[in-house]
């Protein structure tokens, strides 16, 4: 526990003269949370690895350790002045304090299945969250925000005038304590204790949550989007979706007009470049791979 107390201090030693980071708002509860994951997780095996030790000892102990960098946070309003300590507060409940009882119950679950190397592999599935979020949150949905397991979230552009505090972030938060209810139910069915059916009964619900997650906030499809939207203009080569309430017909008419003649300049200079060959016709050079060819 020492080790995570240390870890938390130098945290809170790098976030105090860091620009953004040092006043209490997502941002720095993101970082706070991120780091919180490795030091908890980490710092829990150890400790259950003694059998006499409970679950809701450490979690307690390692929720405490979060007032560490807290405490160095609001002690940064006296250089770093903070007019909405109350809403960073709510994101240190909502980043941090859900991450530690998360990487609590993968800790608690990992040494009570017995598997082998329990904080390397603690390790590595939080990088692999850390990482495969976003990647599935932003490649493959047309938003700027994303939610994660291990820091929380990004709630959108960082030029953003005011953070967009979505009903899906709880939502999404939610579900991380169900996965950790789920990691703490297969802890103790692997020490003998309980049933499988609140186990099954957690699996269906994070199972149902993925399912609708575009309805609940935490994506947002395509599909979701052009029916919230409701307008919608289809060219020859575009279709655009757009807000009737703040697009009249005639602007859209105009933009979708717009845009195929930008499509036809474009299609005309490259035409031009190709040697007037169609560039979907089986007779266009093949494209320049910028590599200079030898003798040149």
């Given at each position: 526990?020492?080790?995570?107390?240390?870890?938390?201090?130098?945290?809170?030693?790098?976030?105090?003269?860091?620009?953004?980071?040092?006043?209490?708002?997502?941002?720095?509860?993101?970082?706070?949370?991120?780091?919180?994951?490795?030091?908890?997780?980490?710092?829990?095996?150890?400790?259950?690895?003694?059998?006499?030790?409970?679950?809701?000892?450490?979690?307690?102990?390692?929720?405490?350790?979060?007032?560490?960098?807290?405490?160095?946070?609001?002690?940064?309003?006296?250089?770093?002045?903070?007019?909405?300590?109350?809403?960073?507060?709510?994101?240190?409940?909502?980043?941090?304090?859900?991450?530690?009882?998360?990487?609590?119950?993968?800790?608690?679950?990992?040494?009570?299945?017995?598997?082998?190397?329990?904080?390397?592999?603690?390790?590595?599935l939080g990088i692999l969250i850390i990482l495969a979020g976003p990647l599935y949150d932003l490649g493959l949905h047309p938003q700027f925000y994303t939610y994660n397991h291990v820091f929380g979230g990004v709630l959108g552009p960082i030029y953003?005038?005011?953070?967009?505090?979505?009903?899906?972030?709880?939502?999404?938060?939610?579900?991380?304590?169900?996965?950790?209810?789920?990691?703490?139910?297969?802890?103790?069915?692997?020490?003998?204790?309980?049933?499988?059916?609140?186990?099954?009964?957690?699996?269906?619900?994070?199972?149902?949550?993925?399912?609708?997650?575009?309805?609940?906030?935490?994506?947002?499809?395509?599909?979701?989007?052009?029916?919230?939207?409701?307008?919608?203009?289809?060219?020859?080569?575009?279709?655009?979706?757009?807000?009737?309430?703040?697009?009249?017909?005639?602007?859209?008419?105009?933009?979708?007009?717009?845009?195929?003649?930008?499509?036809?300049?474009?299609?005309?200079?490259?035409?031009?470049?190709?040697?007037?060959?169609?560039l979907d016709s089986p007779d266009a050079p093949a494209p320049r791979s910028g590599v200079a060819e030898p003798g040149a």
């Open positions: 526990m020492r080790r995570a107390l240390l870890a938390y201090a130098g945290l809170g030693l790098l976030l105090a003269p860091a620009p953004l980071l040092n006043v209490l708002q997502a941002e720095s509860a993101a970082v706070v949370a991120l780091v919180s994951f490795f030091v908890a997780s980490l710092s829990a095996v150890g400790a259950f690895d003694r059998r006499s030790v409970s679950l809701w000892r450490v979690l307690v102990r390692q929720e405490a350790a979060l007032l560490v960098p807290l405490g160095v946070l609001t002690v940064a309003q006296l250089w770093a002045p903070n007019c909405t300590f109350g809403q960073g507060l709510l994101f240190y409940v909502l980043f941090p304090g859900i991450t530690v009882v998360f990487a609590v119950s993968l800790a608690y679950a990992t040494v009570g299945l017995g598997l082998t190397r329990p904080r390397l592999l603690l390790g590595g953003d005038k005011q953070l967009a505090v979505r009903p899906g972030l709880f939502v999404f938060r939610g579900l991380t304590l169900l996965w950790a209810a789920t990691a703490v139910l297969s802890g103790r069915w692997a020490r003998g204790h309980g049933s499988g059916w609140p186990l099954l009964v957690c699996v269906l619900g994070i199972g149902g949550i993925y399912a609708f997650s575009s309805p609940l906030g935490i994506n947002t499809s395509a599909e979701l989007l052009q029916e919230q939207l409701g307008g919608h203009t289809r060219t020859a080569h575009f279709d655009l979706y757009y807000d009737p309430e703040e697009v009249g017909e005639a602007t859209a008419a105009d933009l979708a007009a717009a845009h195929e003649a930008r499509y036809a300049w474009v299609r005309g200079r490259l035409d031009q470049e190709s040697g007037g060959v169609a």
